[in-house]
């Protein structure tokens, strides 16, 4: 059996659940969650006893770093791994929705490189669409990091820049991004016809009236972008970490993985009928990773099926699909991320864990809109709101225990 204990930081203070033999009640910043069985079989043949899981980051390497340090698998600068019998498991959704999104990403790429049997970091939908968006326009219906919500925030994008590169007219266009966010996209929900391409006819560049400004912010954020992209190529380390990313990952009867499991990808002809299954898959999509081959593999069913695993959200709508699928596969326990709320939760019998307990603060603050946070700051209309965001890190992540109760 492993028992699972959730942990949680208030104001910085790691509180852990209190271990009995078959439930908890952990200290948190919200809600009760118990401590409850999760594997029934024999002990595998490794020392491994224990599993740290971890949800979506979102460009917050700040709560990164302290949701790292509250597993205790570390010493203080990440370097030295302090528990053997212990793995590190991320779900997913390194980047996006914060504005140290490269910092994030790296820093879970250094514990991967320095601990390559110790942490396993898994694709999120988030990567994958930066993956793809190397891809050239007749591959893309539109651009991922292009959209005004939900991706990339403006001053992000000055992480991929050297800082001798960045002028007052790259600065002075950033704030001017952020402005045209705030009033005019979110405060007047044009979401869908309005984006942040520097050119065409969604460009939120159109709505510059003074012809030379509106030139200077399409010149910038063009660079920008550019340069954005260009760093996740094949060619470079980072886009060769993200393109390693396994798709899913599998401990006795647990699967971890960032969407969900679709009962279609279990039905559909050259589908999912085996976990062994699930590790081909992440072969062939290794394989066909590249900047050159990814976008013609995802139109594959293979790709289709990598996709759906990224991205579906079915299995926390119905307890008898999370059965069903759970049982076919013989699993124990499905472990996603993707789908945030303010805590870990664990439904369906035990069967399932959703585990994105929006650990970033910019998307638990302001959800998927580009706020600075540094203020309160309203649209001119008054219809919106972004908050202040403060140096707490909210949310919950997941400490899997084995017990030697049968």
């Not at 509250?70 to 370097?79: E, G, K, R, V």
């Not at 790296?106 to 891809?135: C, I, Q, W, Y």
């Not at 600065?171 to 001017?176: C, H, N, P, R, V």
């Not at 094949?234 to 886009?239: D, P, R």
Request: negative net charge; hydrophobic residues 40%; aromatic residues 8%.
């Amino acid at each position: 059996m492993i028992l699972i204990s959730v942990l949680a930081l208030v104001a910085g203070i790691v509180l852990f659940g209190l271990q009995r033999r078959f439930r908890s009640r952990p200290l948190g910043s919200r809600g009760k969650i118990p401590v409850m069985p999760v594997i029934n079989r024999d002990p595998p043949p490794t020392i491994i006893d224990t599993i740290y899981a971890i949800g979506d980051l979102h460009g917050d390497v700040h709560c990164a770093r302290q949701w790292v340090a509250a597993t205790n698998l570390f010493d203080p600068t990440f370097s030295s791994w302090l528990q053997p019998n212990a793995q590190l498991v991320f779900v997913g959704d390194y980047i996006d929705k914060g504005p140290t999104s490269l910092q994030t990403a790296n820093f879970v790429k250094n514990l991967t490189d320095a601990f390559p049997d110790r942490v396993t970091a898994l694709m999120g939908n988030h990567e994958m669409e930066a993956l793809l968006d190397r891809s050239p326009a007749s591959d893309r219906r539109f651009y991922f990091y292009q959209l005004p919500y939900s991706t990339v925030h403006p001053d992000e994008l000055l992480n991929y820049i050297p800082p001798e590169s960045v002028t007052s007219n790259t600065t002075k266009a950033l704030d001017i991004l952020y402005d045209l966010a705030l009033n005019e996209i979110y405060a007047k929900n044009k979401f869908r016809s309005i984006d942040f391409s520097p050119f065409g006819p969604k460009s939120v560049c159109n709505l510059i009236s003074d012809p030379d400004l509106s030139s200077m912010v399409r010149e910038e954020l063009a660079s920008l972008q550019a340069h954005y992209i260009a760093s996740f190529a094949s060619s470079t380390e980072l886009g060769q970490w993200m393109e390693k990313r396994p798709i899913t990952y599998v401990f006795e009867d647990l699967v971890f993985m960032h969407g969900g499991l679709n009962p279609a990808v279990l039905e559909v002809d050259g589908g999912i009928r085996s976990l062994e299954d699930l590790g081909k898959l992440n072969e062939k999509f290794l394989n066909q990773s590249s900047d050159t081959t990814i976008a013609s593999f995802m139109r594959t069913l293979d790709g289709q099926i990598v996709y759906d695993l990224l991205t579906y959200r079915g299995n926390h709508k119905s307890c008898m699909e999370v059965s069903n699928v759970a049982s076919a596969l013989g699993l124990s326990k499905i472990v996603v991320g993707h789908t945030p709320d303010d805590d870990v939760r664990m439904v369906c019998d035990d069967k399932f864990l959703a585990i994105d307990s929006a650990l970033g603060r910019w998307i638990r603050v302001n959800g998927n809109q580009y706020c600075r946070g540094e203020e309160t700051k309203s649209s001119a209309n008054g219809r919106y709101t972004c908050d202040t965001i403060g140096s707490s890190c909210e949310g919950q992540i997941v400490k899997m225990v084995k017990s030697n109760t049968p």
